[in-house]
């Protein structure tokens, strides 16, 4: 296990879940996901330590998230990353999400209101780029806004059955798709599904 692994273990353990609740804070220590609002959750914490170390995240990383939910995830991914941009299509979680990461103190968070499956194209290109939501395809979108070289973690399709899949853009722009896990993720919302069938 890396230097950088372990860091990210040790800041993990330590992170108080309920700072990013709202309600049902007595569930912060549990591992299973808990209701945040709006037909959203906060993901189990197994789960967010696991998707943040497969993302394989660097003290250099430009990094794209896909839903930025409680902002428990982006806190984690701006402790061990230089930029991250996230974005959020709900306004109420949008506003909490951005309070609270500017009350823990980060300043390398750029927050947008906006279709996460368009990506954030004016940043672009990411070195990583985790979506937090399920998507029936992977969007092009994101494909094209990811760095050569890069990586990003979504999970793709059915709102019952979902995949969490590794998608790896090597320097050549060859795109290389791999099967992790299952899981368990709300939909996805954007335009990509409507506009590509």
Not at 46 to 52: D, F
Not at 86 to 94: D, G, K, P, Q, W
Not at 115 to 139: F, H, L, M, N, Q
Request: charged share 25%; proline share 4%; glycine share 8%.
């Amino acid at each position: 296990m890396s230097t950088v692994e372990n860091e990210i273990i040790q800041y993990f353990q330590k992170l108080d879940r309920s700072f990013y609740m709202e309600t049902d804070k007595g569930m912060a220590h549990m591992d299973q996901p808990v209701s945040i609002g709006h037909g959203q959750t906060i993901s189990q914490p197994s789960l967010v330590l696991k998707m943040t170390l497969l993302l394989d995240v660097y003290p250099e990383a430009k990094v794209l998230e896909v839903g930025t939910g409680s902002g428990f995830q982006t806190d984690v991914l701006a402790s061990f990353s230089k930029e991250v941009y996230t974005v959020e299509r709900i306004e109420a979680l949008h506003e909490r999400a951005k309070e609270k990461l500017a009350a823990a103190g980060y300043h390398n968070v750029k927050c947008k209101l906006g279709d996460g499956s368009c990506g954030w194209k004016e940043y672009a290109p990411y070195d990583r780029i985790i979506v937090t939501a399920a998507a029936s395809k992977i969007p092009p979108h994101l494909i094209d806004q990811l760095a050569f070289g890069g990586k990003m973690l979504i999970p793709v399709g059915t709102p019952v059955s979902q995949e969490l899949t590794l998608v790896e853009k090597d320097e050549g722009g060859e795109v290389k798709t791999t099967f992790l896990d299952h899981v368990v993720f709300v939909k996805l919302q954007g335009d990509y599904d409507e506009a590509e069938g």
